[in-house]
């Protein structure tokens, strides 16, 4: 993964961990369909996924599930990845030496949308979408970086309610858009099977 993101794009996504771009999959798809350039920000490398699995250590695990997200992102059609390196941690808010500095990372958010200038930002819900703590962070940081910047395109977020969709129960609030992913099922699930470190471990923390 590259330390910053080279150029500017259409679309840019920013998650928490490798493998959170499933969320969006179907969307992605869309774009690199319809000729939108897409980059993609991981806030963490996800090393906490399988290290009670693999007997490695912590940065073969890394290279192993930044590899795993390269090679997702590609069959979206995302240009480019980049991770921002911050703990896999279950609630990064927490003290000790693993808390993520928010207004840094507020800043690196900051940095990037104005350098890759997209139109639209797809990022995790306020909730995190079922709950989970980095993702409630993920969503504050980059909301708060876009107005930073005074960003004036469009920002959604995933994980939204829709009637019908299997799990969908369990995440927050209605969707006000619902994206038709059908024709693309066979790309996301190719995309969803390179993430070998958690279809044999636990799932990230």
Known sequence: MA??????????????????????????????????????????????????????????????????????????????????????????????????DQAKLVDELGTIIERCRPQLIVTHGPMGGYGHLAHRMVHRCVMKAAESIAYDGSLFSFCGQLDGAFFSWHFEGVSDVAIDARGFLPRRAASLAYHQTQEIGRAHV
């Open 3 to 100: 330390e910053a993101l080279s150029s500017p794009c259409d679309v840019l996504i920013v998650i928490a961990h490798p493998d959170d771009e499933i969320f969006a999959s179907g969307t992605m798809c869309l774009c690199a369909e319809r000729g939108f350039r897409s980059a993609l920000v991981t806030v963490t490398d996800g090393e906490r996924g399988s290290d009670e699995v693999y007997a490695v250590s912590r940065n073969e695990l890394i290279g192993m599930r930044r590899r795993e997200l390269s090679l997702s992102a590609s069959m979206l059609g995302i240009s480019e990845v980049v991770g921002l390196g911050y703990p896999d941690v279950m609630d990064p808010a927490a003290p000790g030496p693993e808390t993520w």
